[in-house]
């Protein structure tokens, strides 16, 4: 079955320190599909990222940046100089690779990101 | 480009009140269609998931149903609402098939309050 872990129930920053949220999957597939989505205050999921299972390059976008690491399991999310702006809840979610036959993405239990000014 | 829109945003009904929450999606055909609810400070459990018109499967026994009467609509109901109902449900949409998985796209959500 598979399942992602999300152990850090809320995280506190000052703005413009350094942010890492942890993933943690378990999957028997060997092609599978790794998310994150941001939940702000307003609800709407937002999604940020999607990775495959075959590509485990590091993504950086602006000041967002995912490691992917098949051998521990984890794709970590790492917000830099963080902002007001990045307080929200953040989904981990985890597919089997193709979303026929009403194939269900799984999600964590989100990480509560609270930045202060 | 595909569109999901899902109403009303917000919804305060008192209990053992009928519900209806339509979502739709444009810009695409044969969608898998979601319904999920999160609960306050929870995360998000599936209640429904429907890959065609009228094939809908429930994952967790609830005080709720779900419909979809047209390949892009998907209708979540309640004949009365509990206490317990109340969170917010958020509806999404994902691509059918063997093509690239893209995930869901998730509907702006309606906030229910059963008082």
């Known amino acids: 079955a598979q399942k992602v872990t999300q152990a850090q129930t809320e995280i506190s920053v000052v703005e413009k320190e350094d942010v890492t949220l942890d993933c943690v999957y378990e999957t028997r597939d060997t092609t599978y599909y790794l998310f994150w989505y941001k939940q702000p205050p307003s609800g709407e999921l937002v999604f940020l990222i999607r990775r495959n299972s075959f590509d485990e390059q590091n993504e950086i976008s602006g000041r967002y940046s995912w490691n992917f690491q098949k051998s521990t399991s984890s794709f970590n999310f790492t917000i830099t100089a963080s902002q007001v702006v990045d307080s929200a809840v953040y989904f981990c979610?985890?597919?089997?690779?193709?979303?026929?036959?009403?194939?269900?993405?799984?999600f964590g239990a989100g990480t509560i990101l609270r930045v202060k000014s | 480009s595909q569109t999901i829109h899902q109403w009303p945003a917000t919804l305060v009904q008192p209990v053992g009140s009928p519900l209806s929450l339509e979502c739709t999606v444009e810009g695409t055909s044969n969608p898998n269609l979601y319904w999920y609810r999160q609960a306050a400070g929870r995360g998000l459990q599936l209640l429904f998931y429907?890959?065609?018109?009228?094939?809908i499967s429930s994952e967790v026994p609830q005080n709720l149903s779900a419909s979809r009467p047209q390949d892009r609509q998907f209708i979540l109901s309640s004949k009365k609402l509990l206490l317990s109902d109340s969170g917010f449900y958020l509806c999404?949409?994902?691509?059918?098939?063997?093509?690239?998985?893209?995930?869901?796209?998730f509907g702006s959500g309606t906030r229910l309050t059963v008082v």
């Open positions: 429907s890959i065609g018109i009228d094939q």
């Open positions: 999404a949409w994902s691509a059918h098939g063997t093509g690239d998985n893209y995930g869901y796209t």
């Open positions: 979610a985890l597919s089997e690779a193709y979303m026929e036959y009403g194939n269900k993405l799984v």
